[in-house]
């Protein structure tokens, strides 16, 4: 230690041990680290024929019981129930509005989710009593979407449907001059 400071608290000694105990205890938690992910690796490969065992078995309870629910739960198996298809016709979108999108020639639609939608359909037309109907269709599985490629000062005419394991009827159309 430099002679302005000839006894210094903490010590050099102290400061030694202290950076010491901090390198062991690191060196142990790294060390505990491996140690983990050597076990969760082990977990993981057990889980794994875990499965591979109760998926031979319910392979071979299926094939033998030829799908008698009572034979099956004898096994000691659950029988699940076929899940309830909803084939009511979806609602049609509401609240569809049609905004100036972040770019020229750009417009964003967004309207409100319909429950059981996966996705939702949207097409344009600059004249929608047209006997060219309603061309182009956009996907979407969020209740909004971003039409580009519009030719501004232009007005388009949108309209929305979802589709679920039915398709819904389509929303009234909403209208924006493209910018």
């Given at each position: 230690m430099p002679p302005r400071f000839p006894t210094p608290d903490p010590t050099p000694a102290a400061l030694s041990d202290a950076a010491k105990t901090l390198e062991n205890a690191?060196?142990?938690a790294l060390t505990k680290r491996q140690v983990a992910k050597a076990a969760t690796a082990m977990q993981d490969e057990k889980e794994s024929e875990l499965d591979d065992v109760l998926?031979?078995?319910a392979s071979h309870v299926e094939d033998k019981s030829l799908?008698?629910?009572a034979k099956i739960e004898t096994a000691?198996?659950?029988v699940r129930q076929p899940a309830a298809r909803h084939t009511a016709e979806l609602a049609a979108p509401a609240a569809v509005s049609a905004t100036q999108g972040d770019h020229a020639g750009e417009i964003d639609l967004a309207w409100d989710r319909v429950p059981r939608a996966k996705?939702?359909?949207t097409q344009r037309t600059l004249d929608p009593a047209a006997a060219s109907g309603w061309p182009g269709a956009y996907v979407s599985t969020k209740s909004q979407v971003t039409v580009p490629g519009l030719?501004?000062?232009k007005k388009y005419w949108f309209r929305v449907k979802a589709v679920g394991t039915t398709e819904g009827a389509w929303s009234n159309p909403v209208?924006?001059?493209a910018g």
């Open positions: 690191a060196a142990d998926t031979r078995l799908g008698d629910d000691g198996f659950n996705s939702y359909l030719e501004g000062g209208a924006r001059v």
